[in-house]
């Protein structure tokens, strides 16, 4: 590799790409890494980490409520949101840091700027200088998608804009109905906003179990979520103060933030693709790679958002590793896309893994179902009118728990620990002879005896 400037060059120095840089300059390889933005990408700038705590802090009126029921007089509360955005920016810039010093510490050279190819082995950045590489990674992610143009959308917000508004809005439109679309109408109900979500699907959080989709809009429409399915934003006009927001049912609804939470897509434009031969995939408008992350020019490869295969950071976080040592450890890793755990930072929050029963039952000869509904032991003192869904999907045949869904408190938590056992195969006989731990939410997934359904898969035609 005495030809080239770098072993590796990666472009996009988010989660993936960090990762990937890391992990190469520790097997040997010189690595260079381009980031136009902020190290630590769409998660730690703008995306997950940020999201989390703002979470966090729309909880805190829910918990305000509940403590009456627990004898506890709470003097009167107030929010202060720039405060709130100002804790958070600390914290996002300490984080920012610690990338830089890893990647510093791993002897990586970080260009802050952006990354564009001229071929498969050159890089052109926009300081001027052309570095040529070895291998290339392209680790660029995603960006926010506001689907098809209407009047009024450059009045729109995305999450993007969200994590950096001058204060609370007090109504909100948010269009959408996947993670951040339901994710952002809790923290902003949460912190005392007029929520209304409006999505153009029958039920919110497509993909997702059927249960655990309508369980949750009950849950966010008793928290004072107003859910509005079947239409969609077709104008913005601004009102003078407010918006004037008519929707394509020819309603309208009045609001001081619209928030367009319509997906993400690869951030694929500009970058030079074509001319180093890198194909985008037909569907889903990523790049096409192989299952090593190769696209289809030999020295480049891809990981994360912008391959739109799982688009989580964890998966790009493996993606970005397997890659390095791959390539540059000698241990060729593909990662198994299969079973990855997932969360919903909702109110309350979504945690699953595994087989959706809509999707077992197409694959499945047998299905059994295994399913709970309960009011949590919090709740019988706090008075608040919320209830925990708990399911299990299992192949009828081998008695293997193929998926796990969750929607209450700590539903992540238990995702987190309930995908070992079903990446690990258990059996519905294993999580039976497991001893519950109570009193928990949790042991209703050892202690659910009877089947609540069971579905043979109807013969092909």
Known sequence: MADYDVDLFVI??????????????????????????????????????????????????????????????????????????ANKDREIARLEAAYGAT??????????????????????????????????LIATGGTPSYGDPIPGIEHAISSNEAFHLPELPRRVVVQGGGYIAVEFAGIFAGLGSHVTLVYRGENILRGFDDDVRQHLRVEMEARGI??????????IEDAGGHFSVRLSSGNYITADRVMFATGRHPNVAKLGLEEAGVEIAKD?????????????????????????????????????????????????????????????????????????????????????????????????????????????????????????????EGAAEMAQVAAIAVKMGAKKADFDATIALHPTAAEELVTMRKKTASFAREAAE
């Open 284 to 408: 889903g408008g990523g790049i096409a790679v192989d299952d090593y992350s190769r696209t289809s020019a030999p020295n480049i490869y891809a990981v994360g958002d912008v391959t739109n295969r799982i688009n989580l950071t964890p998966v790009a976080i493996r993606e970005g590793h397997a890659f390095a040592d791959t390539v540059f450890g000698g241990r060729p890793t593909a990662v198994d896309h299969s079973n990855v755990p997932t969360a919903v930072f909702s109110e309350p929050e979504v945690g699953t893994v595994g087989l959706t029963e809509t999707q077992a039952r197409a694959r499945l000869a047998r299905t059994d179902i295994y399913k709970a509904v309960f009011k949590p032991l919090k709740a019988t003192l706090s008075g608040r009118n919320t209830a925990v869904l708990m399911k299990l999907v299992v192949d009828g045949l081998s008695d293997q728990v193929v998926g796990c869904h969750v929607v209450g």
């Open 226 to 235: 107003r859910v509005l399915t079947g239409c969609k934003v077709a104008a």
């Open 12 to 85: 996009g120095g988010g989660s993936g790409g960090v990762r990937a840089a890391r992990i190469a300059a520790e097997h040997g390889a010189r690595v260079m890494v381009a980031e136009e933005y902020r190290l630590g990408g769409t998660c730690v700038i703008r995306g997950c980490v940020p999201k989390k705590l703002l979470v966090y802090a729309s909880r805190f009126r829910g918990e305000f409520e509940d403590a009456a029921g627990f004898g506890w007089t709470a003097p009167q509360t107030s929010f202060d949101w720039a405060a709130l955005i």
């Open 103 to 136: 990647l510093n510490k791993a002897g990586v050279k970080v260009a802050k700027t952006r990354a564009v190819l001229i071929d498969a082995h050159t890089v052109q950045l926009t300081s001027g200088d052309r570095v040529r590489a070895a291998y290339v």
